[in-house]
């Protein structure tokens, strides 16, 4: 069985700050993706990334980057100088290369304040 | 190019009743399935198709059916409403293990 969690249920902060979003992850696979979702108060469910198992090398995006260590199972999110745009549930989530089944851990709801 | 195509929006049922969620992608993806959002639960997969005539459980499939008779359409059916079925259902697709194109969203009430 596989499993994300996401032990931060909510995070805010003040727009400018840095925050980082930690996400957790079990699986008894040796290939796998990870991604990372946005869903606004609107409700759409956005995808950001995905990574792969093999692939460790961290990527930034603009004020996104991502942190992606095997190790310790983590593929952490952090935001640069967040935004109030920012502010949203962001899923992260799994999927084998053996199993069809996306799995997504519970959500960090967060909020910038102006 | 319309991606993936949830209806109704929403949707109030009363206890007992039955009815089929609708979904259609025009992306041509052979993987497609359906998660409910419940508060602080995140996503739970509830079925899912690799393709035309192949289906399977997720992790909440009990009070739920569905079929993949086409590759464009994957509806999702409540046989017996029950309130514990109120949530916001999503549908996605994806090809191969990239990652899914979600719906909007449907929003089921169940009293």
């Known amino acids: 069985a596989q499993k994300v969690t996401q032990a931060q249920t909510e995070i805010s902060v003040v727009e400018k700050e840095d925050v980082t979003l930690d996400c957790v992850y079990e699986?008894?696979?040796?290939?796998?993706?990870l991604f990372w979702y946005k869903q606004p108060p609107s409700g759409e469910l956005v995808f950001l990334i995905r990574?792969?198992?093999?692939?460790?090398q961290n990527e930034i995006s603009g004020r996104y980057s991502w942190n992606f260590q095997k190790s310790t199972s983590s593929f952490n999110f952090t935001i640069t100088a967040s935004q109030v745009v920012d502010s949203a549930v962001y899923f992260c989530a799994l999927r084998s290369n053996a199993g069809n089944m996306l799995t997504f851990g519970g959500g960090t709801r967060l909020m910038v304040k102006p | 190019n319309a991606g993936v195509t949830q209806t109704p929006k929403f949707q109030v049922l009363k206890t007992g009743q039955s009815m089929t969620l609708q979904c259609a992608q025009d992306m041509n993806h052979e993987y497609m399935s359906w998660y409910r959002q419940d508060p602080g639960m995140g996503l739970r997969l509830i079925h899912y198709s690799v393709g035309a005539g192949i289906t399977d459980q997720g992790e909440v499939p009990n009070g739920y059916n569905v079929s993949r008779s086409t590759t464009e359409d994957f509806p999702l059916r409540l046989l017996s409403a029950a309130p514990s079925q109120t949530s916001v259902y999503f549908c996605?697709?994806?090809?191969?293990?990239?990652?899914?194109?979600f719906g909007e969203g449907s929003r089921l009430t169940v009293l």
């Open positions: 990574r792969n198992s093999f692939d460790e």
């Open positions: 996605a697709s994806s090809s191969g293990l990239r990652e899914l194109f």
């Open positions: 699986t008894r696979d040796t290939t796998y993706y």
